[in-house]
């Protein structure tokens, strides 16, 4: 097996391992991904059970009889009560209840009567995926370290689906090595006795929205102040960001409330039209027990920062390289201030909002609500009228939806109503992105219209679903990437409990045209001070963007020198040489060179073990 880069470091908050049965040609094969810096865990038999790498305070766990468990992330259970649960443990379907009742954000494993279960979160902020190694089924939190056993090579086609701009569901969730199998997240891993049957078990379905914003606020709030807690429960020094939007300020309120220190940690935007500096020292007003930061803006990373230097192990190409230099800038500063972890707002859109899809059930379910509503969104978001009434007329079923879309790849971007009241955004695919690559991304398209459905059948929720979980790729590739820096990051909103408590909540009372976040605001409410909660706006930084893409024309134009995605046949490299030379082109403003760029970064970064 291919060593981690020298330069990958382990610390808190990069937890990745590898899962074995009890079995001695399953032990055979551990001793392969047995290596310097690895650690190993063992069954009662002495043969290997996990072998990885993380930090004593990321995992628990527990041996009763014949059932073993581990957790691996942040979660509040000690190994009193995890043992306890193992005692009582008779079937692997019994972690059901267990998984959807802890806070935090961590994997279980567990071995019973020779039997694996691993799994990640719904979220999917961890994920899990499996191979056959020399026969074996190896479960892991990385698809890479079981590529890397396999000798495998990336998959041509999948690389070709990520060049989608974006790539739907299901496939922004596949693997890149067709040897290695994603267990989605709302699935459970389990390995047979015999050691090479795997099979795929749900364990999580999303909550029906059923709630109203007076039941629901305190559940979220109380799931959310759960998920801070979690993390500052143990003192010390935490930093947060605080950039004055409602759900970093809500984070950090929530935070100053625990036996932690905390330090929060400001960005002005570039934009003089930007208020986030304003809001944030408003709420830094009633944190008088917070050291506030304030970084000039002047001297943030721009959009595309460092894009050439990029050595991060990714086991899969994420748009999160375009601003690894603006998430990653301050956290050595947070670690000379003490912070042995820093907590964003990351998530709160995805949780605190929803879709504004759900109108298209909500028109057929109650129409006067409905149409006044959507009047205010059209007002708010300008949708044409003609628009509006089409997106709302289209009830083609999601397969149909994904099918018919592999025949408009090289369309014009829709119309925004279009993508807000329907399946989500059509993918598209440029001028440079080859007629080979287009054909492998249509294949693959055809392919899970005929094979999967919705993640809900509610437009509404499954938006919503296939938001929170693209969110959560790109945040887990950030989180490595902060914990290789060395301050762990971690995103409270994206917690399970948090997700499930918001999304019980009904959809005509959590997004509305007249209110911002109302209920996040009416969770928060007692805790955020009235004055903070009534910013109804957010930045959205586009003039770091746009300079960015003009400082950096050179470094662009050096990325698709010798082209890996040239040399497999993606990508035309003079188009995209040339576009490099434009960078005021005004296509480019909606970053629709984002998952080529992606791609291109991956494929440079991979491990000669994985290119050869």
């Known amino acids: 097996m291919t060593e981690l880069h020298a330069s990958a470091g382990t610390g ?26 690895t650690r190993t865990l063992k069954h009662p038999s002495g043969r290997p059970w996990l072998v990885g790498q993380w930090d004593d305070q990321e995992i628990v766990t527990a041996h009763a009889g014949p059932a073993s468990l581990a957790i691996l992330g942040s979660c509040p259970i000690d190994a009193t009560e995890l043992e306890r649960r193992a005692g009582r443990l008779r079937d692997l379907a019994e972690l059901d209840t267990l998984a959807r009742t802890l806070p935090g954000s961590f994997h279980l494993v567990a071995a019973l009567d020779g039997q694996l279960r691993v799994q990640g979160t719904a979220s999917g902020l961890r994920l899990v995926f499996h191979a056959a190694v020399d026969g074996v089924q190896v479960a892991a939190s990385r698809a890479d370290v079981l590529a890397d056993a396999l000798g495998a090579q990336p ?68 799931a959310l102040a759960e998920a801070v807690d979690a993390r500052t429960r143990q003192g010390g020094v935490v930093s947060c960001d605080l950039s004055g939007g409602l759900d970093s300020t809500s984070i950090c309120f929530l935070a100053d409330r625990s036996a932690a220190r905390v330090v929060a940690s400001t960005w002005p935007g570039r934009d003089p039209a930007d208020t986030d500096l304003y809001w944030a020292e408003q709420a830094a007003k ?114 149909k939806w994904l099918e018919d879309s592999s025949g408009h790849l090289r369309d014009p971007i829709p119309a925004n109503v279009t993508s807000a009241l329907g399946w989500g955004m059509s993918p598209r695919l440029f001028d440079w992105v080859t007629p080979d690559a287009e054909r492998m991304a249509q294949r693959a398209l055809r392919e899970a219209a005929a094979t999967t459905g919705p993640l809900h059948p509610d437009r509404g929720l499954h938006a919503d679903l296939e938001q929170i979980r693209a969110c959560t790729r790109i945040i887990r590739q950030w989180d490595r990437m902060a914990a290789r820096v060395g301050v762990p990051m971690a ?53 770091d963007a ?16 010798n082209s890996r995605l040239e040399q497999l046949g993606l990508v035309d490299g003079s188009a995209l040489r040339h576009l490099a030379q434009r960078p005021s082109s005004p296509g480019l403003r909606e970053a629709i060179l984002y998952s080529t760029i992606a791609a291109e970064v991956w494929l440079r970064g991979l491990s000669p073990a994985r290119t050869r």
């Open 491 to 543: 995103s409270p909103f994206l917690d399970d409990r948090v997700i499930e408590a918001s999304l019980a909540v009904r959809p005509s009372e959590r997004v509305s045209p007249w209110e911002y976040k109302p209920l996040l605001t009416a969770a928060m409410r007692g805790i955020v001070p009235e004055e903070c909660l009534r910013r109804t706006n957010k930045a959205a930084a586009s003039m």
């Open 286 to 399: 009633h944190l008088p027990d917070v050291e506030h930061v304030v970084w000039d803006a002047d001297a943030s990373p721009l959009v595309y920062d460092d894009l050439l230097s990029i050595d991060d192990l990714l086991d899969e190409p994420t748009i999160g390289v375009m601003d690894r230099s603006r998430v990653l800038h301050h956290l050595p500063a947070m670690a000379e201030r003490g912070s042995r972890l820093h907590l964003t707002g990351i998530g709160g859109d995805h949780v605190a909002w929803c879709s504004e899809a759900y109108y298209h059930r909500l028109l057929r379910t109650r129409p006067p609500f409905a149409l006044r509503q959507l009047r205010g969104f059209r007002a708010l978001w300008q949708w044409p009228l003609g628009a509006t009434v089409r997106a709302l007329a289209d009830a083609r079923p999601y397969g």
């Open 546 to 561: 746009a300079e960015g893409l003009r400082r950096h024309r050179a470094d662009l134009l050096k990325l698709w020198e």
């Open 155 to 222: 998959d041509e086609e999948q690389l070709a689906v990520r060049l989608l701009w974006p790539a739907p569901y299901p496939l922004f969730e596949t693997s890149l090595w067709r040897e290695v199998t994603a267990v989605a997240p709302e699935d459970a891993l389990i390995v047979g006795a015999d050691g090479r049957s795997a099979r795929h078990s749900r364990w999580w379905t999303p909550p029906e929205p059923v709630r109203t914003l007076t039941d629901g606020a305190p559940l979220v709030r109380q």
């Open 12 to 37: 808190p908050g990069d937890a990745h391992f590898t899962v074995f049965t009890d079995r001695e040609d399953a032990a055979a094969v551990a001793r392969s991904f047995a290596h310097p810096g």
